[in-house]
């Protein structure tokens, strides 16, 4: 059943970059700047997640796809249309979002993305602030009696294609001037049967990824994944560079996402503080003062309807990727500014 | 007053060419709305990812057209040792379906069923694992000192040679001349009807020099066996387990499409044929290789470039277990520069063109094969 999936997901994965170009033979609709509108006029908003990156978006035990990515998806969702299921999931692998961004095929990217200038400035994405800081480090056995990645000379190292892992990993060995050998491997599946199959020496990849495959695979005990980050790699998703309105709402849900936890709204409490507090930003936030819809295009009870659909940055984080998940990750860097972590919001009004 | 066909033709091409000016109308009308541009410029640019084996020098920092070209080198190597071994299995199942041993034969046809029924995507996983499965590099199995099979691999010691670009020339040379010597002796042979004696002599002559030759560079040679440095074996010859799986496994798959054929092709041939091979008093292995083969041969051809093509497209397949052939590293190219159009345009060309060089290399051997009037 899963080999099937695969099977159907690669084959799939393998026409897309070729289904994508083709794409661009098809009459051209007027979009300059109407994404935001097409997304209203149908309802409907689609969006790009990850084929099966645990905490981030996998299906979870009801078969519905769960994760951080896909409350980001869910909270556009219900702030442009009111509605979280109004979302078309697109799961696609790591080397083909941004071809799908740039061609249209989906309106929003949530997969687990590390923003870089390369992104930005020559494949036109743009991100939001961060949903997630990651950094990137290594998973090893524990029979290999590695104590640190400085240790790692001549090693055999599993890393994910189509991601930032392979620049960070050949950085990495060329400035303490090690020699290794990759083994390029296109989804977390083939990653993990080849990690845990004893194919690799070390598993290269973001702490929170690594830790996904490893409670994925059971024996938490038997690896290490190194603490310290080699490089930064904030996650963020992102829409494509040609609609400034889609762009407003989606870096503006994730600023509300943030600053409805530093106001202590909460999923549960949300439509009550919206009648009645009376804290002017809180007033403010939850549309009581009207305003920050307007200046956004949607209305006034943008935020009472994500919040009520996904709850705050904070309940998404620990659902998802703390304490209420299996990965059980510390808030750490993810934590609010407040508390010693680096998710801020600009002011909303 | 133009003929009904005539006028057809005509509506068919003006048809075609409107159909594909407005392809070509909506494909740039969609490039400049998205703001894309079409710019081989990257291949020039440098890299920054590693490659895990490849056949040239290639190490991040190098442009990208070199590390598509150690991509394309990877593909080509496992395309020519895949239709290799495909043809050898292929070859020897069939004609194992042929002896007319009741349990060979059934072998033969189970062997036929399994590999052309099972998809090849499923072949490659399995094989994939399998090779995964084997020993870590410490615990490797070695049955010969300097052998070494783990999961890292296949490892083997490499004969060291002082001066082997010297060596090699010599006997290419050597092997030329003799090659040489040959046909002119035969020539004369057809004249005179002997075997000329100084062409005798010469060829003695390149005999001698040649096992002196081999001789006194295997009295000079070093073994380079590899040894476990670290995680990893260092030295020696070795392929990788992505390559012996993708090797396999394509080998396996395209083997028993290769067997029909040559099984098909021979029984196609009249009864009559083998019958008077057997009166002139030819043993089966004789009948074989002098009659059926020879004729069974033209058959065989047309349907067996089919298959070599469809073993170089499934080279692609790799993506899936990690070999690093051309897709693979063009996938990781593209994502490191975006330039996704660019990319797999070169995939088409370089597929077509490969595609294309084999089907007329086969040409050439269907008309070595055709029938000759005498």
């Keep these: 059943m899963k080999l099937t999936g695969r099977i159907q997901g690669r084959a799939l994965g393998c026409l897309t970059a070729l289904a994508m170009v083709g794409a661009l033979f098809a009459p051209l609709e007027a979009q300059a700047g109407k994404v935001l509108d097409t997304i209203k006029q149908k309802g409907n908003l689609t969006c790009g997640v990850g084929q099966a990156v645990p905490g981030f978006s996998a299906p979870a035990t009801n078969g519905e796809l769960a994760g951080i990515d896909v409350d980001f998806c869910k909270a556009m969702a219900s702030a442009i249309l009111g509605d979280s299921n109004k979302v078309t999931y697109r799961q696609t692998s790591y080397s083909e979002r941004f071809v799908l961004l740039a061609s249209g095929e989906i309106d929003v990217l949530a997969h687990d993305t590390t923003t870089t200038l390369n992104r930005e400035g020559a494949q036109k994405a743009r991100f939001t602030s961060p949903n997630y800081f990651d950094g990137y480090t290594f998973m090893v056995p524990k029979s290999l009696g590695v104590e640190s990645p400085d240790q790692l000379a001549d090693a055999t190292v599993c890393i994910l294609q189509g991601s930032t892992f392979e620049v960070n990993t050949e950085n990495f060995f060329k400035s303490r001037g090690m020699k290794y050998t990759p083994l390029v491997l296109g989804t977390w599946e083939q990653l993990d049967a080849a990690f845990f199959g004893g194919r690799c020496d070390a598993f290269g990849g973001n702490y929170g990824n690594l830790a996904g495959s490893r409670v994925a695979h059971g024996n938490v005990d038997d690896y290490i994944i190194f603490p310290n980050f080699l490089t930064l790699e904030p996650y963020a998703p992102s829409v494509y560079g040609d609609d400034q309105d889609l762009f407003l709402v989606a870096r503006w849900v994730m600023f509300a996402m943030v600053e409805a936890e530093r106001l202590n709204i909460t999923q549960a409490n949300v439509k009550d503080l919206a009648a009645s507090s009376t804290d002017p930003e809180v007033q403010q936030l939850l549309g009581a003062k009207p305003g920050n819809g307007k200046d956004l295009g949607l209305s006034e009870d943008w935020v009472v309807n994500m919040v009520s659909a996904v709850g705050n940055y904070g309940e998404s984080f620990e659902r998802n990727l703390g304490k209420g998940s299996p990965l059980k990750l510390d808030r750490g860097l993810n934590d609010l500014w407040t508390k010693g972590g680096l998710m801020y919001a600009a002011p909303l009004r | ?374």
């Design chain 2, 1 to 374: 007053m133009i003929s009904r066909e005539r006028l057809q033709g005509v509506t068919f091409v003006v048809a075609a060419i409107a159909v594909l000016a407005w392809l070509s109308h909506n494909f740039s009308a969609n490039l400049v709305a998205k703001g894309i541009t079409i710019d081989f410029g990257f291949l020039k640019e440098a890299t920054s990812f590693p490659i895990g084996e490849s056949l040239i020098s290639y190490s991040s920092g190098d442009t990208y057209l070199r590390a598509l070209t150690a991509g394309l080198l990877n593909t080509i190597r496992l395309a020519i040792a895949g239709i290799a071994l495909a043809t050898v299995f292929g070859v020897v199942v069939g004609l194992t379906a042929r002896i007319g041993h009741p349990l060979l034969t059934r072998v033969a046809k189970v062997y036929v069923e399994f590999t052309r029924n099972v998809p090849l995507l499923l072949i490659l996983v399995v094989c994939a694992t399998v090779v995964r499965a084997l020993p870590g590099p410490r615990q490797a199995w070695t049955p010969l000192d300097g052998v070494m099979l783990s999961s890292r691999g296949l490892y083997l010691p490499l004969p060291l040679i002082e001066n082997g670009m010297a060596l090699l020339i010599a006997v290419v040379l050597l092997i030329a001349a003799a090659w040489a010597t040959m046909r002119l002796s035969l020539r004369g042979k057809n004249e005179t009807g002997v075997f000329p004696r100084t062409g005798k002599l010469a060829l003695s002559g390149c005999g001698v020099i040649l096992v002196g030759l081999c001789a006194w560079s295997v009295s000079t040679m070093t073994l380079d066996r590899p040894a476990l440095v670290g995680f990893n074996f260092r030295g020696g010859w070795s392929v990788t387990p992505e390559y012996l799986a993708m090797l396999f496994g394509l080998a396996f798959y395209t083997s028993g499409f290769i067997a029909e054929i040559v099984r098909g092709s021979l029984a196609a041939l009249p009864k009559g044929q083998s019958e008077a091979a057997s009166s002139l008093g030819l043993g089966s292995f004789l009948t074989l290789w002098l009659v059926l083969a020879p004729q069974a041969l033209r058959l065989m051809l047309p349907p067996l470039a089919n298959q070599y093509l469809n073993l170089i497209k499934n080279t692609t397949l790799a993506v899936l277990i990690g070999y690093p052939d051309l897709v693979s590293v063009g996938n990781t190219a593209l994502n490191q520069t975006g330039r996704a159009i660019e990319t797999v345009t070169i995939y088409l060309l370089i597929y077509l063109s490969l595609s294309l060089v084999t089907s007329v290399l086969i040409r050439q051997l269907e008309k070595r094969a055709q029938l000759v009037k005498l």
